[in-house]
């Protein structure tokens, strides 16, 4: 069990690192910490479960390869490794702690993969940014993703493969885009780049 471990309600693993939300809203990272993924404004590894800001108003993680994004207040705010783009803030220098993407509280959901980050509007419109079309974009407002009303999304990615997500939509459509390696998007075409599944509406 990990130390001083009660309360925690929600919890996502990145590469080599770790972040979870306690019952009281407060953030906790453990593991890695080379570009800063933990948030907690050092570099230094941890080995226990080290507290993000003073904050207490977060709802909702997603830990990258070397990055990590989460809800507060509704605005999306992230740190770690800047490279492409990835923290959505118009830079590529690492962050040791949150920065703000949109705190306008217009997001409901954030999903970081290696080299991308998706965020879930309220509005349900998906918004992309980072490494997107092998071209780094610092902004969120640099890519809104399809006109399609959307209720979840997920990215996935490593160190060494490229980036791929999957995002429900309307009726519970399942669409996929991005690397099609091993079949990650859900259609036997390896040169796929975006996918609808198949059988997916329902």
Known sequence: QVPDSAGWVKLDLGNRHTCGLIADGSVWCWGENEHGQLGDGTT???????????EADW???????????????????????????????????????????????SYQAVSAGSGVTCGLRTDA???????????????????????MIWTAVSVGGSMTD???????????????????????LG??????????IAGSTG
């Open 162 to 184: 490229p980036d791929y997500g999957c995002g429900i939509g309307r009726a519970g459509a399942l669409s996929c885009w991005g690397s099609n390696r091993d079949g990650a």
């Open 187 to 196: 259609v036997p075409d390896p040169l796929a780049t975006f996918a609808d």
């Open 44 to 54: 230094t590894d941890r080995l226990v479960p080290t507290r993000v800001g003073t």
């Open 125 to 147: 419109n998906l918004w992309c940014w980072g490494l997107i079309d092998r071209t780094g974009r610092g902004l969120p407002a640099a890519r809104r993703f399809r006109s």
């Open 59 to 105: 709802t909702d993680v997603d830990a990258g390869a070397e990055h990590t994004c989460w809800i507060r207040a509704g605005g999306a705010w992230c740190w770690g490794r800047g490279e492409d783009g990835r923290l959505g803030n118009n830079g590529t220098a690492d962050r040791t702690v949150p920065v703000a993407i949109d705190p306008s509280g």
